[in-house]
């Protein structure tokens, strides 16, 4: 622990103290006295450091400061809620007061509660929070230190920097605002802009699309710098900073000269060098360095760095991937299935180096120490990441684990971890190279022979850089440099290479004469580096793949790329297009890394998400190929945001039915800890898993089942009355529906008011109005849906203006506008989009009835839903499904109801299970699996059984909507009371539905069987 023994004592006297304080609404003075006694005894601040009442008085600003603490301004709230406003008022005062505003915090605090804030551009800006609780000293101690900076040396944790560094901490967010100004003062500078617009180019591999995000690219600046300090102080704690010393941490020297060749070089977060800024950059080195001298950096053992790198990688775009860093104990576990004891190791996407850090332990574990420890592991491991933050963090850690040994090593240390796109290198078959485009005329070629031979490539490209910078002086100089690299390096390579060779040397001259070289070497120096590993293999392929969802990607280029990699390694058939939107890049990573890097006997083991091993058509090819063996971490927390699961092959046998697999359940104290710590909390259990392949549809509703069109934006679609307008029959005044502007992303939020004719004003069910047997809720559209005698249209603001409907051109010209001005996608108008899939146009809007049933969630809900029964002057036009549910059109209404009643049965509910793909919470998704697993007949009048259950489903309708009005709380508790209240009616239909697939063929005892071991609860709870 970071805090001294006495500590969590100290604290719950304190936190007592104030409570009591708050409770009796003492004075602020009262408070700031308990507060400064507390920082006297648990974190040794001497109270003569503390200034009390500090005057301020600079122009027309007077006043005092409840207390200063070095650059921490605090003010002290007895009603922390209602002074609020008057404290930031006093705060904007004593920010314009200080000569440098932003060196400063400020805290608001009652005693209890903590505000953070700082002075941004003149403005008083919240950017943390926190409480202090007694339950939990650590997190109290972080909280306070991360603003005191007081404690004793200490070997920290990854939490510990997160806490000090982070995106909550105070040094990230004053080192945010300095870079701000740095950047927008260069930021035209061509040097600059080269680096970022190929930093943001690699971006696009790595989420998708280009973010173009400033704010983003400075955050990845603090990072990669805070970690070259890091490694700094750990290695070479001796070393006076000079300007120097700090410039050689920007372009690489420093490390250089200590043997640490390929640590650090200009790259895309060197871009401050060579402009006016380049001082003042040097300046925010020197205050993060300050911060440092807390910690004791030569006995790390962990990957501290992988929290900070996922808070700060990039926070708003990690939904789909994969960004989840891996704690050390499922990395130490991975070693250990694999039965790892040397030789070449790679994870092909190494994030912060979690895997590699995993082999530092295994062979410390060993008794490998000093030289040969060093040596192993540079010999052993292998990195690769196409996100050029991840790769310094992999470098730094793998530093940081070996320090003490470091500090003794006499060679030249070079880390075999590289900034390149495992899926992505660019190979010219022809020309036999590895091409890096530059431009759309212009690329760099790396031969492929030059690769394998004996030659350093990487002296090379240093070399070729070197010489081409005196080239771009004049055309004699070119031809003494080009002569120069012939003779140092060319000189018994093949006609092939020296030609490639001769036009990366013109090029590189180029570049440097038009001032567009500032990282090509950096990036020439990484591409190639996955031909090399895949035309000399490794042993052991280990990791953590990006979980990038295929729909996900907007960059074209790359999603040909993934589709064609995905055919390639027949994850999917070519006729299998529809699946593309559920694939994701996890199971190509797993069988493209095996493939293209993997030797004979080798022995490859991912973590991928659950869903890869449990019954989904996309996984299907994956699951055929067979695993190893399976380690399933479903019961383990915390841990991900999904469940995962460890696949691993080997060189033996690969089974699709009793896969070997152990299933791990606990909780543990930490989430980053070291597989010895963590097995103490974890209990495993054997067993076997089966892959589940549906041959083929089981019922005739199978087909007659379809998927509602997905209505998006929903700000443009679903609307409500305008509350503040007068009715009008002929052409309504509507608005954007609230539920619909709240619900949307930010891009999205938009409010439309106007009017549009009654024509097109449709309804939808979503989900949230959906319970067994009863639509109670429906959601109004507009849609510009022309309904014709045979057929629907879609009608864009043009054509509805030329037939006429003058209101709902309006509102579409309004929608089509915004839609071109904000949307991503450039090939779809906003007609397009509505109707993807022809999803609406192929809907029956003046259906009688219709039967739906949710998509997604644990459980079915089925109903059935007839518009027409709705009467009213102002009744929508017609019915259209949403994508969140599957609809049918039954031939009668008795049909519905018998379909309604088959679906809500709870053995169709059980017989789904084992198919269902899982989420943290339970199983998720519905789609057609009733009818894929259970052999559901097709109606028929003259069955009594079928008889029998359409006449349940229609007085089960009427139950359920008289009860409807009364149910409150959340969907799921309202479908649950509705089965409460239907019990006797869903037994009858559970032995008549057993009845109805024992008829068709169908063994029901396995159903109720496989019941028994659903892991989540009572089935309807």
Known sequence: MPYKREFPEQLAEY????????????????????????????YDVDPTEVEIEHKVKVAHVRGYIDALFKQLIIEFKVDLERERPA????????????????????????????????????DINLFSSFRLDDSDPLTAYRSLDAVLFSSQKVTPGSADITARFGPSSAVFNQSRLLLQELYETVRTNSTVAVKFDEWNSLLARVYGEELGDESLFLRHTYLTMFSRLLVTNALFPEVRKTRTVFRGLLTGKFFGKNNLTNLAEPDFFSWALGTDVETDFIGFLSSIDKYLTPFALDNINEDILKEIYQELVDPSARHSLGEYYTPDWIADLALSIVKYKRGKILDPACGSGTFLLAVVRYFRSKGLKGTVLVRNVLDSVLGLDVHPLAVMMSKANILLSLAKEIKTYRKEIYLPVYMADTLLVSEDPKAKSVVVNVSEDERFDIPIETTLRS????????????????????ERFQQGAWKALEKRYLHDFSDNERFFWKNNFRLFTKLIRQGRNSIWAFILKNAYRPAYIRENKVDFVVGNPPWLSYRYVKDKGYKTLVKELTFRYKLLDRGEVKLFTQMDTSTLFFAYSEAQFLGEKGRIAFVLPKTVILPAKQHRNFQERGLSQIHDFSGVSPLFNVRSVLAVRGAGKHRT??????????????????????????????????????????????PRFLQGATIVPRCFWFIQDDKHAAVHSVAPRVETADEAFAEAKDRWRLRLQGQVEKPFIF????AKGLLPFCVFRTEKLFLPLRLMKDSVALADAAVLLEHGFDQAATWMQEAEELWEARRQSKDRTLVQWLNYNQKLTKQNPSAKCVVLYNTSGTHIAAAVYAPQQQRSAMRPRGFLAESVTYYLYPRTIREGFYVAAVLNSGLVNRAIKAWQPQGLFGERHIHRRPFEVCAIPRFHHNDPIHRELADIGKK?????????????????????????VLKPELDRIDKLVGQLLTDAGQDVTLINSASKRIKNGDLFK
């Open 15 to 42: 936190v007592t103290l104030a409570r009591e304080a708050v409770r009796q609404k003492k004075h602020h003075d009262h408070r700031r006295s308990l507060f400064v006694n507390f920082l006297r005894l648990a």
């Open 87 to 122: 404290a930031l008022l006093e705060l904007k005062k004593y920010f314009a007061a200080q000569k440098n505003p932003r060196e400063y915090i400020a805290i608001v605090t009652d005693g209890l509660r903590f505000e953070l804030y700082l002075c941004e551009q003149g």
């Open 455 to 474: 030659v350093n490539v990487d002296e090379l490209i240093d070399y070729m850089a070197s010489v081409c910078t005196k080239a771009a002086r004049s």
């Open 657 to 702: 039915q009793e896969v070997p697999a152990i299933e791990y359940v606990g909780r543990l104290p930490l989430k980053n800890m070291t597989w010895p710590s963590a097995r103490r909390y974890l209990q495993r259990r054997k067993t076997t898993i089966d892959f589940k392949f549906m041959d083929s549809a089981q019922s005739y509703y199978y």
């Open 763 to 766: 309804e939808t069910v979503l």
């Open 956 to 980: 089960s309708q009427a139950k359920v909507a008289k009860l409807a009005p009364q149910l409150a709380g959340t969907i799921g508790r309202m479908r649950s009371e509705v089965r409460r």
